[in-house]
């Protein structure tokens, strides 16, 4: 063989050599890490997140974001996905099927729990927002004759239009509910409109009250609505939190650490506020979750991460 032919050869060897231990490296950073997310906005902000602070880590994410409620789950016991963001009260009922708890770290410990148990998942620390049912109230009216919770709202029902998306009054975890814990709701009158349309709908004075998700963006807009407090806790908590592949954890252990930061960062009104941004303000969600990952961090000069 030619010279130039061996040196080409040995040229090559050595690139391919780099490129391989490049991409594995001492601590495997190069792994392509697959981060999930459900597909509405909530989901896609979180994950978006987690994959900005895994990148920050060093690690390579491979996004597989919108996936359908109905098979996320699958796809993570599946091999699909590495990690996603999930709510405790999803886990507990959706799930597992289980029956409903009321107390947050109750139902926290038993999805941790049984998902490790059954599935091989862990659940790492949850966060603070709580996306789950509620009833949203126009601020006007809440002020005008002081209703601030549900047992209030219970009280003054027959002031209240209650705008309803009708399968919330057959649902056992809507109305008949409701009912079961609070008493009687006597509506001074109750009508059915879209579930789209339902903040117009007040803010066309057309009702007084909706059914509404905690997180919700407009809920933001506090001068205008109010999220009434659920005092006896008839709904189960829905805390979001990352859950991951037990293999994958083991493999690489700091992700605990990397999410679980993102976690304490996120509570229910800062899930708002980012929901809003996308939802009522039109931005897109990579500029939401980049712009408020840029916040969390650490200033020079501050605690290192």
């Known amino acids: 063989m030619k010279t130039w032919k061996k040196a080409a050869l040995a040229a090559m060897g050595?690139?391919?050599?780099?490129?391989?231990?490049?991409?594995?490296?001492g601590e495997t950073?190069?792994?392509?890490?697959?981060?999930?997310?459900?597909?509405?906005?909530?989901?896609?902000?979180?994950?978006?997140l987690y994959a900005l602070a895994l990148e920050d880590a060093g690690y390579t994410v491979k996004r597989v974001f919108a996936i359908a409620?109905?098979?996320?789950?699958?796809s993570i016991v599946n091999g699909e996905i590495d990690l996603y963001p999930e709510y405790t009260g999803t886990g507990?009922?959706?799930v597992l099927k289980m029956e409903a708890m009321a107390d947050p770290a109750r139902v926290y410990a038993t999805v941790k729990r049984e998902y490790a148990r059954r599935f091989n998942l862990v659940w790492l620390e949850p966060s603070r927002a709580n996306d789950s049912q509620g009833l949203a109230l126009k601020t006007s009216v809440a002020?005008?004759?002081?209703?601030?919770?549900?047992?209030?709202?219970?009280?003054?029902?027959?002031?209240?239009?209650?705008?309803?998306?009708g399968e919330f009054d057959q649902r056992a975890d809507g109305l008949p509910g409701l009912e079961q814990v609070y008493g009687p709701f006597r509506w001074k009158s109750s009508r059915v409109f879209d579930n789209g349309l339902k903040y117009q709908v007040l803010l066309d004075d057309e009702a007084d009250l909706v059914p509404a998700y905690t997180t919700e963006g407009r809920l933001a807009d506090t001068e205008k609505f109010t999220l009434l407090r659920d005092d006896r806790q008839m709904w189960s908590p829905y805390y979001l939190a990352p859950v991951i592949r037990a293999d994958v954890?083991?493999?690489?252990?700091d992700i605990a650490g990397i999410l679980n930061?993102?976690?304490?960062?996120?509570?229910?009104?800062?899930?708002?506020?980012l929901n809003a941004q996308v939802d009522v303000d039109k931005r897109e969600?990579?500029?939401?979750?980049?712009?408020f990952y840029r916040g969390i961090q650490p200033q020079p000069g501050g605690e290192g991460r």
Not at 14 to 25: P, Q, R, V
Not at 29 to 48: M, Q, Y
Not at 249 to 253: E, G, K, S, V
């Open 285 to 291: 969600i990579a500029d939401v979750a980049k712009e």
């Open 29 to 48: 950073k190069g792994t392509a890490i697959r981060v999930g997310s459900k597909d509405f906005t909530e989901n896609l902000i979180v994950g978006e």
């Open 14 to 25: 050595i690139l391919a050599a780099g490129m391989l231990l490049f991409s594995c490296g």
């Open 143 to 165: 002020r005008e004759f002081g209703i601030a919770t549900i047992s209030d709202l219970q009280r003054n029902a027959h002031k209240i239009r209650f705008a309803s998306q």
């Open 92 to 94: 507990l009922l959706t």
């Open 261 to 273: 930061r993102i976690s304490a960062s996120l509570d229910t009104a800062a899930m708002t506020a």
């Open 69 to 74: 409620g109905s098979v996320v789950h699958a």
């Open 249 to 253: 954890l083991a493999a690489h252990p």
